[in-house]
């Protein structure tokens, strides 16, 4: 498919700063950015609010097609509408983390959040963050990122963005399920998280943030030139 604009396609395990990234990326070269992340996260949300059995797929399946996800981006900040309900926080609360990955390992989940999010960049002109973006959603993406960085490092943050958010939690809790969503995450059998052979790997332990965006945007530019 040729596209005016290129899909951006940003991978990598949790707290590896991919939302941040991914959205200051998306607002520095005027692209939309889709967190599929919160999109699973969403979907976790329903099965634990309508108390939905997570290995009946046909019931996790039906309730997602019925829900409207919907990503909000205004003024710099991102929120999640669930049904227009804005659960951009509870989202990412410790407990419902917990469940994202058994939920995520649902064929019928990524079947269905794949599909809306492959409609939803088509076009290109596109950000978008997850753990198989540039494996399985879009194979094809001009632009493959997988960023990477140590677990402790990646639980550290995840544990101060918890704290801002008022949310108090031990480190070492939040560096455990870091580490166990790491091997659940690659060790499953659909959509694995894995580096895909033609992305460009980004160890972001020792970078801030706007170093980890420039050093993309400088990716993308240098591709569109092309």
Request: aromatic residues 4%; glycine residues 8%; contains cysteine.
């Amino acid at each position: 498919m040729s596209r005016k604009l290129p899909v951006i396609a940003i991978d990598g395990p949790a707290g590896a700063g991919k939302s941040t990234v991914t959205r200051l990326t998306a607002e520095k070269l005027g692209f939309k950015y889709i967190d599929t992340g919160a999109m699973y996260r969403a979907a976790a949300l329903i099965t634990l609010r309508r108390k939905i059995n997570i290995d009946d797929e046909s019931a996790v399946g039906d309730e997602l097609k019925r829900s409207r996800i919907e990503l909000k981006h205004e003024d710099g900040s991102s929120s999640v509408l669930l049904d227009d309900e804005d659960v951009t926080d509870e989202i990412r609360s410790p407990d419902l983390t917990r469940m994202v990955g058994p939920v995520c390992e649902k064929e019928v989940v990524r079947r269905i959040l794949s599909g809306r999010q492959r409609e939803m960049g088509v076009d290109g002109g596109v950000a978008l963050e997850g753990r198989d973006i540039g494996t399985v959603v879009f194979p094809d993406a001009e632009v493959k990122i997988f960023l990477s960085a140590d677990p402790h490092e990646r639980a550290v943050r995840r544990w101060k963005e918890l704290r801002e958010k008022g949310v108090e939690v031990e480190l070492i809790e939040v560096e455990r399920d870091i580490i166990a969503r790491d091997k659940r995450d690659s060790g499953r059998q659909i959509a694995p998280l894995k580096k895909a052979e033609d992305a460009i790997e980004i160890d972001t332990t020792y970078m801030t943030i706007d170093e980890v965006v420039d050093r993309i945007t400088a990716i993308v530019e240098s591709y569109m030139k092309r």
